[in-house]
């Protein structure tokens, strides 16, 4: 699993990307009119914004806090520090949880029997296999500190208790938050938008794929015009932590 983890680490920034796009593959519904009622179209929607909005949240958080050095040195695992505060005293890897929410999310909400069903459980190996080899280099980076923190902090469930203290103890930093996670808003916020104005446009706005389609050329040019903006400013220097 390690070596399997170790080959998926060197890819792992396209996986988010990759697995996205399946979103739109045609698939049978998880929630049906026979299953769920008239409006079975309620629970795809509200459940999968919940969901996917939840794990943006768990990462907004955890990078706003106290933001993990794990990008990896020549596309190998690596890190400069063990990094035990913040939201990663609750979770050792609650990054990779937001992410994991944030798919489940907008699984829920295209409604995607194939997608919850198959690419999900597909997501859940390649995660576990990276972060086995992950906790691989830190253990023998960092020894018993690492032992230690592992013995006190779950790899995958969340600790609730002590959030507020935690939050309470730290300052959110908003543009980290912002320089760190604009590329991953930017592909998350336009999936979504893509599937509630196809998949739902007439249930929210009674109307017809014509003018959903027309909203669209709003709404992703308005995201995209978000998206260089941030990244000029970033790039320029003109916008930093």
Not at 61 to 87: C, E, H
Not at 118 to 136: C, G, H, K, R, S
Request: proline share 3%; aromatic share 16%.
């Amino acid at each position: 699993m390690i070596q399997i983890g170790n080959f998926f680490f060197r890819y792992r920034n396209w996986l988010f990307i990759l697995l996205y796009g399946l979103l739109f593959l045609p698939s049978p519904e998880l929630f049906t009119e026979a299953t769920c009622g008239e409006h079975y179209w309620y629970w795809p929607l509200a459940g999968g914004l919940f969901v996917t909005v939840l794990g943006q949240a768990v990462r907004g958080a955890t990078i706003g806090l106290a933001y993990i050095v794990r990008g990896g040195k020549d596309k190998k695992v690596y890190a400069d520090d063990l990094v035990t505060t913040g939201i990663f005293s609750h979770c050792r890897n609650p990054l990779y949880v937001g992410n994991i929410l944030m798919l489940l999310g907008v699984g829920l909400l295209a409604n995607s029997l194939y997608y919850v069903g198959i690419v999900m459980p597909l997501f859940l190996f390649i995660y576990q296999a990276i972060v086995l080899a992950e906790e691989n280099f830190l253990r023998s980076k960092f020894g018993k500190a690492f032992d230690t923190y592992c013995g006190t902090v779950n790899r995958w469930i969340p600790r609730i208790s002590g959030l507020g203290k935690t939050f309470a103890s730290m300052e959110f930093n908003w543009r980290r938050w912002i320089l760190k996670e604009y590329n991953t808003q930017f592909v998350w916020l336009a999936g979504i938008a893509l599937l509630i104005l196809l998949k739902y446009n007439e249930q929210l706005l009674n109307s017809d794929r014509e003018h959903a389609n027309q909203l669209l050329w709003i709404v992703i040019p308005a995201l995209a015009a978000g998206y260089l903006l941030v990244r000029y400013l970033k790039k320029s220097g003109k916008f930093t932590e």
